[in-house]
């Protein structure tokens, strides 16, 4: 059973930085597809980042440029690195894996910015 844990959110005032890091815990660490999600209070969740089994990442239009998605497969980590944030990026922020379809999930961690 895989299980999504994901850390690193907070508060920060706009222009500033944050990591987030996502774990992937369970007794394999599978070559699935990955990705960051995000919903805010009132709005639709909404992809931000994914990298597929291939290798391949790719951003949503309103990230693009400020937030980097990295893979470290010696820890089983997935990390949202995320640049000249705004406050239209407060939301809560999920990780989610899966072959195809996306059915795991996290329970997100808070991103706030002022």
């Known amino acids: 059973h895989v299980q999504l844990v994901e850390s690193g959110g907070g508060s920060v005032q706009a222009g500033g930085s944050l990591t987030l890091s996502c774990e992937v815990r369970g007794p394999t660490y599978p070559s699935w597809r990955y990705g960051w999600f995000r919903q805010a209070p009132g709005k639709q969740r909404e992809g931000v980042a994914n990298?597929?089994?291939?290798?391949?990442?790719t951003y949503a239009d309103s990230v693009s440029g400020r937030f980097t998605l990295s893979r470290d497969n010696a820890k089983r980590r997935v990390f949202l690195q995320m640049n000249s944030l705004k406050s239209e990026d407060s939301a809560l922020h999920y990780c989610?894996?899966?072959?195809?379809?996306?059915?795991?999930w996290g329970q997100g961690t808070q991103v706030t910015v002022s």
């Open positions: 990298i597929d089994t291939d290798g391949r990442i």
């Open positions: 989610a894996a899966g072959q195809v379809k996306y059915i795991h």
